[in-house]
C-alpha cells in the first residue's frame, strides 16, 4: 500500500539554516521575490517561520506569520513548483491558524493577487473571505496591481 504524498510531508518550524532552501524556492516562485535579508529579518523579529519537508528533510515550501494586537497576518506562502497540487500549502496553512488561535488572535490576514487563481482557491477552500481591495499594492511587468486583503475570523 502506498502511501499519499501528503502524508509524507511534515511541517515544522523554519530555522536560520532553512533560510538558503526557502530563497531558492523564492526566487523561482515569484517575479519579485523576497531577499535572503527579509527572510533572516523575520525570523530575527520573532515572527513565526514554518517549512514543510519531504522524507530527506528536503524543503519543499515555507509560509511566514505575524501576530499582533489581536491580529495574525500571512506574509508569505510558497510550495517549490514540483511539489505544488498536493495540498502541501493546506498543511502549513492549518499550522498557521493554529498558532494564530494559540496566540489569541481575532482573525487571520492575508493579500492575494487578483490573478492569483490557484491562491485564491486555496483560501476560500479554508473560509477567508474577501474584505477589501488595496489599490496598486503589487509590483507588476505593467505597473502595480491591486491586491484583494481576505480574513479568516477566528472564534474563541
Ligand atoms: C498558491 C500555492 C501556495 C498553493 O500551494 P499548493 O500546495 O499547490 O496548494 P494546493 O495543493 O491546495 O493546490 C491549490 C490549487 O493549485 C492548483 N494546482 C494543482 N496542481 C497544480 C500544479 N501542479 N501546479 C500549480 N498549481 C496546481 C489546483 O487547481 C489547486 O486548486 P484546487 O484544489 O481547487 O484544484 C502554490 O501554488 C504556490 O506556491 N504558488 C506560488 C507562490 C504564491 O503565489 N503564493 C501565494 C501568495 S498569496
Redo the contacts with the bound molecule.
Keep these: 500500500m502506498s502511501a499519499e504524498p501528503r502524508q509524507l510531508i511534515h511541517v515544522r518550524s523554519m530555522r536560520a539554516r532553512d533560510v538558503p532552501a526557502v530563497l531558492a ?1 523564492e526566487q523561482v ?2 517575479g519579485y521575490p523576497w531577499s535572503e535579508r527579509i527572510f533572516r529579518d523575520c525570523l530575527r523579529v520573532g515572527y513565526r517561520g514554518w517549512v514543510a519537508t519531504a522524507l530527506d528533510d528536503q524543503v519543499v ?1 515555507y509560509g511566514m506569520l505575524s501576530v499582533a494586537v489581536g491580529e495574525a497576518h ?1 506574509l ?17 496553512l492549518e499550522a498557521m491558524i493554529t498558532q494564530a488561535e494559540l496566540e489569541r488572535a481575532e482573525s487571520v490576514l ?4 487578483p490573478s ?4 485564491r ?3 476560500k ?1 479554508r473560509g477567508f473571505k474577501r474584505i477589501a481591495t488595496r489599490p496598486g499594492y503589487y509590483p507588476s511587468p505593467d505597473g502595480r496591481e491591486d491586491a484583494l486583503l481576505l480574513a479568516l475570523e477566528l472564534d474563541f
Aim: aromatic share 8%.
Design positions: 524556492i516562485s515569484y515550501g500571512v508569505n506562502l510558497c510550495v517549490a513548483p514540483d511539489f505544488r497540487g498536493l495540498g502541501v500549502a493546506g498543511l502549513m492575508l493579500e492575494v493577487r492569483n487563481s490557484a491562491a482557491r486555496l483560501y477552500r
